[in-house]
């Protein structure tokens, strides 16, 4: 990890205001009465947090075979929970809701960018995955094999990791945002034996592919993947390599409906996740299956509330995400709840398409990203004020610090002045919400995400791993082990061991700085390594560096998280041509398509500057601080540890050229 700045650091006088935040909203009483989850809770957890999560695990999940055991602690950082038990996720999530009597329940109402719509009820998305299970099967898949997913937000996204998980194969999938080459890597490290996609979807409007960019992944020879499953989603013609393809319909479609589900173990792999660190490399982050499922379950029964039969959730994230497979793929469906789906963005085809569609299924529980939140506020809330909101009762806000402007616009324009808001703080590593507030117990607060949910033990150290006192700041640590978190980065447990908990003795180091204010609630501030968080996703610096030098007229690149009004941080990127290059307008333009070709769209950076020289200490680490001072228009700070002190200068003196 280069140059780690302090919380303390990035804070500067923000931070003096938002510790002087004193607005706070208690929970109606008529809220507080009907709340799924009291107060006593916390007392609970804290008495006996492995007995915590195994009672809450029995209550929300049925166990093919029960556990006996609940945490195993004995080869840290490598946790086990439930080992023992044996369950099926899919038949958590599915097949049980139907035995119950509730296969009539609508499970998705999902709403197609087009405004196509189809409803599924759980009995008819059971049969869907079945159905898929079997196809699978059919191709060779079998029990822990992997499967990459490319899909856009469409039912076959669900209807895929389920099928996956009931029989024991570990989905991994693969943002559509993301390039061949970056999906590539990841089919090659997971060795990948089948891949799931579309032939495209449908982004403002238009037509959008998504199979050549498989075909341009499978085009050099040496990988591991021997079919490709291909969903019709906007008819565009496709390339075919016979033999490999196949149609979603011709496979999936005409399978059998009966397919029984059997146990796999608690600790069996259920999906690898890839996701941005601090090194070129993206991680495979590792989940497995009855403690992922029991947070995640219980998370979304307490953070939000939920009362399955009567609510209407929508989870406006991307599978692509871990929130979208956290809280669209499984905890939903594991409680029974209906949920929306949404292919597209908000403003197609028109800024009040989020509205409309809440306004349409009646929406009781939103759950969006702040960056989502400031678009709308941009926007102007005449939008919002069309359309009948008044289903809403509860709004979530998750993937970067919610600034407290946007916070109260959100409870006021879009809950009605009384939905509470809870910020929930979690990673793609914790698997589930870790930091929330408890909507019928916690008085909420404009921006802060605030007290770590009950069985969960989250602190705030300083440097050298202390607990610092309210009022103060340093590192968001977890204590305890949790039953969501991450079992360790696939084929890489030296990475896991060095990445997440060398950083201090016996803790997971999240990233994340944080703070403890006053009242004993955390507020966190951004992330103290080299990833960005752009839009709520996960960037990491090297990564965007790596593919710009990679480029013929690069010689050296920098790239910093700069602050964003929108999109939260934006990637500015600081490179030294080589001699032959030549600087125009097109090199900007030709550096950005590189890095989409690189990494994917979603990582172009949004300003390239050329420069003559970067800013490095002594031992040649480059101080992407004071890059970002420069790249947010701030007096550049303490230069004093530059190998050379007039680099500084001549960057300006060529910025202003
Ligand atoms: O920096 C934190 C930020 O997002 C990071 C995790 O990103 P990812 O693994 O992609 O997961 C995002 C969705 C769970 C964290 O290290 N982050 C996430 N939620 C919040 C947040 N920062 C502040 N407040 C939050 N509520």
């Not at 107060?39 to 007995?51: L, Q, T, V």
């Not at 075979?65 to 004995?74: A, N």
């Amino acid at each position: 990890m280069s140059e780690v700045t302090t919380a303390a650091d990035q804070s500067g006088d923000a931070l003096e205001n938002l510790l002087t935040e004193s607005r706070q909203f208690a929970p109606s009483v008529e809220f507080a009465a009907n709340a799924v989850i009291h107060g006593g809770e916390y007392a609970k957890a804290n008495a006996d947090r492995p007995a915590f999560w195994g009672e809450k695990s029995r209550e929300l999940l049925t166990w093919s075979k029960p556990f006996t055991k609940t945490l195993d602690w004995s080869n840290p950082p490598f946790a086990t929970w439930f080992e023992d038990g044996e369950i099926n996720a899919a038949y958590n999530a599915l097949d049980r809701h139907v035995e119950a009597g509730n296969g009539d329940r609508v499970a998705i109402y999902f709403e197609g960018e087009p405004g196509d719509t189809r409803t599924y009820t759980y009995a008819q998305l059971t049969e869907e995955v079945k159905k898929a299970a079997n196809a699978f099967e059919a191709l060779g898949l079998a029990k822990g094999d992997r499967v990459a997913v490319y899909l856009p937000m469409i039912p076959e996204a669900v209807i895929t990791l389920l099928a996956c998980a009931r029989i024991g194969a570990i989905h991994s999938v693969v943002f559509g945002g993301f390039s061949a080459d970056a999906l590539r890597s990841r089919i090659d490290d997971a060795e990948a034996k089948l891949v799931i996609t579309a032939d495209g979807t449908f982004r403002r409007g238009k037509p959008s592919s998504l199979k050549p960019a498989v075909d341009e992944a499978l085009s050099a020879p040496g990988h591991s993947v021997q079919h490709v499953v291909v969903v019709k989603r906007n008819g565009q013609d496709v390339n075919w390599a016979e033999g490999r393809d196949v149609w979603w319909d011709d496979t999936v479609g005409q399978a059998s409906t009966e397919h029984t589900a059997v146990g796999h173990a608690s600790e069996h792999p259920l999906f690898i996740l890839y996701t941005s660190g601090t090194t070129g490399k993206p991680k495979g982050i590792l989940h497995t299956t009855g403690g992922y499922l029991t947070q995640t379950a219980y998370t979304h029964r307490a953070v939000f509330d939920l009362h399955p039969e009567t609510d209407v959730f929508w989870c406006t994230a991307d599978v692509g995400w871990v929130t979208g497979h956290s809280y669209v793929t499984y905890a939903p469906l594991i409680n029974g709840a209906t949920q929306v789906m949404y292919e597209g963005t908000p403003d197609s085809p028109h800024q009040g398409r989020f509205w409309e569609i809440v306004e349409k299924y009646k929406v009781s529980i939103l759950y969006t990203a702040p960056t989502a939140i400031r678009t709308f506020m941009k926007w102007g809330e005449d939008i919002p004020a069309k359309y009948d909101l008044s289903s809403i009762r509860l709004l979530g806000s998750v993937g970067e610090p919610i600034n407290p402007e946007a916070w109260m616009w959100y409870r006021r324009v879009i809950g009605g002045d009384k939905a509470p808001i809870v910020d929930t703080w979690w990673q793609t590593e914790t698997g589930a919400i870790m930091v929330a507030p408890l909507p019928g117990v916690t008085s909420t607060k404009p921006g802060s995400a605030q007290v770590p949910l009950p069985g969960i033990a989250v602190d705030v150290v300083d440097e050298l791993g202390a607990s610092v006192q309210h009022g103060h700041g340093g590192y968001l640590v977890i204590r305890e082990p949790w039953p969501a978190m991450l079992r360790g980065i696939w084929g890489d447990n030296e990475r896991y061991k060095d990445t997440y908990w060398s950083r201090f003795d016996g803790m997971y180091f999240a990233g994340d700085g944080a703070k403890w204010d006053e009242d004993g609630d955390v507020w966190l501030l951004g992330r103290v390594d080299d990833v960005m968080n752009v839009s709520g996703h996960r960037l990491s610096t090297t990564e965007i560096e790596s593919a710009l030098v990679s480029h013929p007229s690069v010689a050296e690149a920098a790239v910093v998280g700069a602050a964003d009004e929108t999109t939260g941080q934006a990637v500015v990127a600081f490179v030294i041509l080589r001699g032959s290059a030549v600087e125009d307008a097109d090199i900007v333009t030709t550096l950005r398509n590189h890095v989409g070709h690189e990494i994917g769209p979603i990582a172009k950076p949004k300003t390239i500057l050329v420069v003559p020289e970067l800013p490095k200490t002594r031992s040649g680490k480059i101080m992407r601080r004071l890059l970002k001072d420069v790249a947010e228009g701030r007096a550049v700070g303490d230069a004093s540890t530059l190998a050379d002190n007039t680099v500084m200068n001549q960057i300006a003196e060529s910025l202003r050229k």
